[in-house]
């Protein structure tokens, strides 16, 4: 597959490595990566692309781990032109793919809104945590999102509704290869230094709790119905196990570290050990909340390595 023959506005490259992009800061290359200039130069390159070329979306890289042998297709990278956040009327602010949970949660803070404040803690830019109905502190995405404008596959820009994205626990109904390059989020008038209060409580709370500081990927497993997925990693005896350079944190059970040049394959396969102890020990099967994209490298130690 060749695209450099490709006319766009963006930066396209080819064999980009993906692990400066990534927060566990391990993994293999795209074998294309883009970063459109704007939604129009994302539909153009789109629609032409056969329709066989996977296409993915790479925002902060904080949810993902990339496996070593690269990633096929095509990598979509929102940056700084889709990082925009607006305030559109008194409780909603109009939100580019590309803009931080920080950010966004800022902006409101600045204009008098509040309910967005759980924003702050979710690692991840607007397009990654809408796929996935990020959530944080007893909030989700489906609970402050308006619609979005979705760049389609083929090309196309459409408007969905909240309603109609199928939301449940850490999942939307978005197609594969859909980007997310805006959103709207509505919350309610508030004080600005009541909103900084409780965006303050939560950082603090973030850091108290969480490996923030070790290149990790975030919460790792998704609570099973009436669990806590680190209680019942803690319970299996995992915390601080190791597989190479990958290690459970001490601080917080449901996160995986990179402790230095972990591969990604050590990553993913210390997340498929605790899977394993924790069955045996609960008989409880945790699920992903990691994404885990690519091929797998040359020497791949995991039997259970199937795609999420």
């Known amino acids: 597959m060749t695209l450099a ?61 990339v496996r070593d042998g690269g990633v096929a297709g095509v990598v979509v990278r929102l940056g700084k ?41 979710i690692p991840g830019t607007v397009g990654g945590f809408v796929r996935m109905n990020g959530g944080a502190y007893g909030r989700e995405v489906k609970d402050v999102l308006v619609d979005c404008d979705v760049v389609t596959r083929s090309g196309d820009l459409v408007t969905v509704s909240a309603a109609d994205l199928g939301f449940s626990y850490r999942h939307s109904g978005l197609t594969d290869g859909a980007i997310v390059v805006a959103a709207r989020f509505r919350g309610v008038p508030g004080e600005a230094t009541v909103i900084q209060a409780e965006m303050d409580r939560i950082a603090a ?81 945790l699920e992903w909340e990691i994404r885990r994209v690519g091929m797998p490298g040359p020497h791949f130690p995991n039997k259970n390595s199937g795609e999420a």
């Open 81 to 121: 032109p889709f990082a925009h956040v607006r305030a559109i009327d008194t409780a909603t602010l109009e939100c580019g793919g590309g803009a931080s949970g920080v950010l966004v949660s800022s902006t409101a803070r600045d204009h008098g809104i509040a309910g967005l404040e759980f924003l702050r803690s």
């Open 5 to 65: 023959c490709l006319e766009t506005r963006g930066r396209l490259t080819e064999n980009a490595p993906l692990a400066p992009l990534v927060w566990f800061k391990a993994g293999g290359a795209a074998r294309w990566l883009f970063e459109p200039a704007d939604v129009n130069d994302l539909r153009d390159f789109l629609g032409p692309l056969a329709p066989e070329v996977p296409v993915m979306a790479l925002g902060l890289g904080s949810n993902l781990i």
């Open 205 to 285: 709370a973030r850091e108290a709790s969480q490996p923030l500081r070790s290149k990790t990927g975030g919460s790792t497993f998704k609570n099973p119905a009436g669990h806590k997925a680190w209680e019942l990693v803690d319970a299996a005896g995992c915390r601080g196990l190791t597989l190479g350079g990958a290690q459970v944190s001490e601080k917080h059970t449901n996160f995986l570290i990179n402790t230095g040049a972990a591969t990604g394959a050590q990553i993913e396969a210390l997340g498929e050990l605790v899977r394993d102890k924790v069955r045996a020990a609960t008989g409880v099967d």
